[in-house]
């Protein structure tokens, strides 16, 4: 696999997310992905960048285009040193949720790209890592 | 302060001297836009500046002190001139900053004694680099003001309701939907509906890039609020990727009418209204 292009950019306030958004877009068209494609990562971008602010309490996010054969991805590792989730697999449920969200936002993500990690520790933080491949 | 007043009195009595250097160093520096500013409106400016500045030193080397009130007032308009002809911070700074080069040779012509010429030329820095950071700060204010009104002028611009046709307005949304501006599009659209006793709301996103979950429990919310006002809304402007990522994100949407396009949209609203359009029976005109 190789990383064509690897950048990490923070997320401190709300217009930060609006800009993960743009890059994500950005990067996706980079790699050539179909319209579809390009929305559904850019929207899990979002609701997981929006949980790195309001749940995590800031953070970072690492984009990388990456390659692998005739694969093209897009990958994004959001990184925050935040409460950390204790129960991650209520977390993932649908419709959980600890703000006054849809509870929808991790689990919906999951479910919109290939590849989803995720790992917490309690009061130490958490990371969400997500990749699309067309 | 003995040499304050020394440098006062220099600055006085070589004021033109000090203005020639000045203003040829200004014009030879590579900062200077011509394409943004006359030479004759910099000579004026260099030459008010100066006449200022001989008057402040005499009240001493504090800034922030009354005595400085009309330079610092100077810089403040200088500031919001150049932010308004398009000049970067730098290129404003080095307004005050050029000027380093031609107060130092006058201090090194009237000052004899090297350790009193060193004081004094630390002091004229210092002095300097105060009103050139000064400036500096007031540029970048300006151009945060300009960005902030720009921001409350977009809030404003862009969440119109228009009526399309009795009973039915529609409310076309562009860009990002974050909290603030999903408030300003409830209270405009409520407001509208109490106006003019709409039956039907069309909500149209094809202008917003990505619905996320707080997009989708924003619109939620206000088809929820139109509704308890009596009115019933259609959301227009689902493309095929958003129908999908919807779907994937698990967001239900079941409970409101939603079309491909507002021309769908606009049509099932004159149904439920008692409406119809009809093309006309007239001939068209010949060609």
């Known amino acids: 696999m190789v990383t064509l292009r690897d950048e990490t950019f923070p997320i401190r306030s709300s217009d930060d997310i609006v800009k993960v958004r743009q890059i994500t877009r950005e990067w996706a068209l980079m790699q050539a992905f179909s319209l579809v494609d390009q929305t559904k990562i850019v929207t899990a971008a979002s609701e997981l960048a929006r949980n790195t602010l309001e749940h995590g309490r800031g953070g970072e996010v690492r984009v990388q285009a990456l390659q692998a054969g005739a694969r093209r991805g897009v990958r994004l590792t959001f990184v925050d040193q935040g409460p950390g989730i204790p129960d991650l697999d209520k977390a993932l449920r649908d419709g959980f949720t600890t703000g006054n969200g849809m509870g929808l936002g991790l689990s919906g993500s999951r479910r919109l790209v290939n590849d989803f990690d995720i790992h917490s520790e309690v009061d130490k933080g958490t990371t969400v890592m997500i990749a699309r491949w067309k | ?287």
């Open chain 2, 1 to 287: 302060m003995v040499n304050q007043n020394k440098l006062a009195e220099s600055v006085r009595t070589q004021q033109e001297v000090i203005l020639k250097d000045w203003v040829a160093f200004q014009l030879a520096a590579t900062s200077l836009r011509r394409d943004l500013m006359k030479e004759s409106e910099l000579r004026d400016q260099s030459r008010e500046f100066l006449s200022l500045f001989a008057q402040a030193l005499h009240g001493g080397s504090d800034i922030g002190d009354p005595s400085w009130k009309p330079v610092r007032d100077f810089l403040a308009q200088t500031a919001r001139s150049r932010v308004a002809q398009g000049f970067t911070p730098s290129e404003t700074a080095m307004f005050i900053f050029s000027l380093k080069q031609s107060l130092f040779d006058v201090i090194r012509t009237t000052v004899k004694d090297p350790k009193e010429l060193v004081t004094d030329m630390w002091a004229a820095t210092v002095l300097l680099d105060k009103l050139g950071l000064q400036i500096m700060e007031l540029h970048q204010q300006n151009r945060e003001e300009v960005i902030h009104r720009q921001q409350e002028e977009l809030l404003e611009l862009s969440t119109p309701v228009v009526q399309l046709f009795d009973n039915i307005l529609a409310l076309p949304l562009i860009g990002t939907l974050d909290s603030a501006r999903t408030q300003i599009v409830m209270e405009n659209l409520l407001q509208r509906i109490v106006e003019t006793g709409a039956m039907i709301a069309i909500i149209d996103i094809t202008g917003v890039p990505t619905v996320d979950t707080l997009v989708a429990q924003h619109l939620l919310k206000t088809v929820a609020a139109a509704r308890l006002m009596g009115a019933d809304c259609i959301i227009s402007g689902i493309r095929p990727q958003i129908a999908q990522t919807i779907v994937h994100l698990g967001v239900d949407l079941s409970e409101v009418t939603t079309k491909a396009t507002l021309a769908d949209a606009f049509t099932i609203a004159l149904q439920r209204t008692g409406a119809s359009i009809m093309k006309s029976a007239v001939a068209r005109p010949k060609e």
